[in-house]
């Protein structure tokens, strides 16, 4: 979460470009929304299973990450492919999702829906927002976007494989897995078999490219987003004012 937050702040200062970055966590993570209460963890059930939590800077509901793929997409406001709210914003960058995930053979992608009903439940997977990206009425990508400065943040999780209700032992709600299951998927649900990272991230970089018209060049953080993500990280991430605040 830190080094996302120093993309943004290094494409703000113009010290890097527009950046797609695509990533895994290790080990597992429990993330919680920017203003989700930290009393929906459970805490020894987090511990003994050895995860980490880390709490967002954007909003939404809990997500365990692992065996998934993360993207950020950090992009001036004034980019042609981010101008508008926030809803027109999301829904534009949110083709290179679509196409994306076509390109790994999933079918049925509904992009283009509202939510038909509210409900509060701690996990993201359980409940679709507007506009988020669906297959046969389970959600496939859970993602959140934060505006900073004049700088679009957008990131999300694509679930590759596993039981996707496996977060319920986590939270001291305890939501039905068997609702979970219901209303989320993962990639080789979909698609009947397992895809690796490499071929996940592959393809949603193709897809961005396609979607966006954009010609990506690869590279690695440089060592002003290094400094800036380790003191984001001290002074906020890994900080308990920042993560274990209710």
Not at 2 to 25: C, F, G, K, M, N
Not at 75 to 95: K, M
Request: aromatic share 6%; charged share 25%.
């Amino acid at each position: 979460m830190a080094i996302d937050e120093a993309i943004l702040s290094a494409v703000r200062d113009d010290l890097a470009l527009p950046t797609l970055r695509l990533y895994a966590w290790s080990p597992p993570c429990l993330s919680l929304g920017r203003r989700q209460p930290v009393s929906d963890v459970d805490w020894m059930a987090l511990k003994a299973a050895g995860f980490d939590l880390v709490r967002r800077p954007t909003g939404g509901k809990a997500i365990l990450h692992t065996d998934e793929l993360t993207y950020s997409v950090i992009v001036p406001q004034a980019d042609p492919r981010a101008t508008g709210n926030v809803v027109e914003s999301y829904r534009r960058l949110s083709l290179g999702l679509v196409q994306g995930l076509t390109q790994l053979g999933v079918t049925g992608i509904v992009a283009d829906r509202r939510a038909s009903h509210r409900l509060e439940k701690p996990v993201c997977f359980e409940v679709p927002s507007d506009y988020e990206i669906t297959v046969k009425g389970r959600k496939l990508v859970g993602s959140a976007q934060m505006r900073s400065q004049g700088i679009v943040l957008q990131h999300g999780a694509i679930p590759l494989e596993g039981d996707i209700a496996r977060i319920c032992a986590y939270l001291t709600a305890r939501p039905d897995p068997v609702a979970v299951r219901a209303r989320a998927t993962t990639i080789a649900d979909v698609l009947k078999r397992s895809v690796p990272w490499g071929e996940a991230a592959q393809a949603l970089a193709a897809g961005f490219a396609a979607a966006l018209n954009i010609t990506w060049k690869e590279g690695t953080l440089t060592e002003v987003e290094w400094e800036r993500a380790n003191r984001l990280r001290a002074e906020r991430y890994a900080h308990p004012t920042w993560t274990k605040r209710c």
